[in-house]
Every structure is written in structure tokens, then in C-alpha cells.
């Protein structure tokens, strides 16, 4: 079974600052990676995926990931944080291929501070 | 083009009542999900499914759970009997078809429901 464990519940940061929101999976076949935004009160945005190739995938909004195959990681980054950027962040993995079920961890709330 | 819609967005009821949760999928999509999210936790997969017969439904976490999707369009989440440990924001989120590859699932915004 697939597993998703995101290692801060939350991280405040100042605006302008660098950030890094870690993510570690565990399953014993080859997965799908996400990362999902959620910002108040509105649904679920695809921020970026990796499916296959280069294991450094950009999203939208300056967000990029990497993935780690060796350490099961799936981190994701942004040099510089808006005030925008204050939401919930999930990541997930899908079974590969032909999986549907998507398994999210608990999320990182992300604070941008002024 | 419209995204994905759910109703109502907020449903308040009493223990042991019957609740129906709808989402209306972007058009044209056969995949469907419905998703559990509880406070301060991600959302959690309960059924898939493929045009209209369910492919998995091994997150219904028991039988008090069911889900149609009748002409492969709307969907209807059914919660029997439900219980306070039942609130939590339902989320469905649809794709284009496909098995060997990867579709992106588009999610509504959810229905929050509360039981007393």
C-alpha cells in the first residue's frame, strides 16, 4: 500500500523568503507524484506532477518539485513566497499505471509572514 | 468551460438521518471521485468510478456509504444513518478517460457536512 507523509504540519516564513515543504512516500511499485494547493475556502489546484523523465518538474505560480527516487522524497520549493501563497499545500501519489486512487498526506500549512 | 460542481455546499443534519451529496462532473469527463476531507487532514479516496459501474469503492469506510452515477454523468454520494465521526468536506473531482495513462482529476468545491 501507498503511504504519503509530509513532514511539517506547518511553516511560517517571511515573504520574500525561500521555502522548502518536504514530502517522503512509501509503496512498493512505481507512483504518480502531486502537489496540490488549497487556498481558503476554495476547492483543490493541481500546483505540479511527475510522471515520468526529468526529476525536477515546475509547477504554477514559481513552485518546483524534485524527486528523489533513492530517498522516497518528493520536496517542494520556491525561491521567493507572496503573501499569496498562504494556503494549504498537499502532496499525493497515484499507483502507476492505470491507478485512480490518489492518496494525499495531511498537508503543510503554509504562512507567509510581511 | 464550467469546472466541477457539487450540491449543496453546506448540509446540516441530525444523527440518524439520510443525506445525498451531488456532483455534476465537467462535461464529457467519464472518471469520477469522491474524496473525504476531515478537519486538519488531506482528503482521503472512497470510490472511482469509470463511466457508470464503480471500479473501486475499497475507501466506503462501511455500508452506511453508497455512491451511484446512473447515466455516467451526475454522481450521488447516499450516507445512511449518519454519525457525528460523518462531518467533514466531500470532495468529487473528475477526469478524462483513459486506463494506461495519467488524466488529471479536476476537483470541485466540496460539500461541507455537518452532523449534530
Known amino acids: 500500500a501507498q503511504s504519503v507523509t509530509q513532514l511539517d504540519s506547518q511553516v511560517p516564513v517571511f515573504e520574500e523568503a525561500p521555502v522548502e515543504l518536504r514530502c517522503n512516500y512509501s509503496s512498493s511499485v512505481s507512483v504518480y507524484l502531486f502537489w496540490y494547493v488549497q487556498y481558503p475556502n476554495q476547492g483543490l489546484q493541481l500546483l505540479l506532477k511527475y510522471l515520468s523523465g526529468s526529476t525536477l518538474v515546475k509547477g504554477i505560480n514559481g513552485f518546483e518539485a524534485e524527486f528523489n527516487k533513492s530517498q522516497t522524497s518528493f520536496h517542494l520549493r520556491k525561491p521567493s513566497v507572496h503573501i499569496s501563497d498562504t494556503a494549504e499545500y498537499f502532496c499525493?501519489?497515484?499507483?502507476?499505471?492505470?491507478?485512480?486512487?490518489?492518496?494525499f498526506g495531511a498537508g503543510t500549512r503554509l504562512f507567509v509572514k510581511a | 468551460g464550467a469546472g466541477v460542481s457539487q450540491t449543496p455546499s453546506n448540509k446540516v443534519t441530525e444523527k440518524g438521518k439520510y443525506v445525498e451529496l451531488r456532483c455534476d462532473p465537467i462535461s464529457g469527463h467519464t472518471a469520477l471521485y469522491w474524496y473525504r476531507q476531515s478537519l486538519g487532514q488531506g482528503p482521503e479516496f472512497l470510490i472511482y468510478f469509470q463511466g457508470t459501474g464503480a471500479a473501486d469503492d475499497s475507501g466506503l469506510p462501511n455500508d452506511r456509504f453508497f455512491a451511484v452515477r446512473p447515466e455516467g454523468s451526475v454522481s450521488t454520494l447516499k450516507i445512511q444513518r449518519t454519525e457525528r465521526g460523518d462531518s467533514a468536506v466531500y470532495l468529487c473531482?473528475?477526469?478524462?478517460?483513459?486506463?494506461?495513462?495519467?488524466?488529471?482529476?479536476?476537483f470541485g468545491p466540496g460539500t461541507r457536512l455537518t452532523v449534530l
Open positions: 499525493a501519489v497515484s499507483v502507476f499505471p492505470g491507478g485512480f486512487k490518489t492518496i
Open positions: 473531482a473528475s477526469s478524462s478517460a483513459g486506463t494506461r495513462s495519467y488524466n488529471e482529476q479536476f
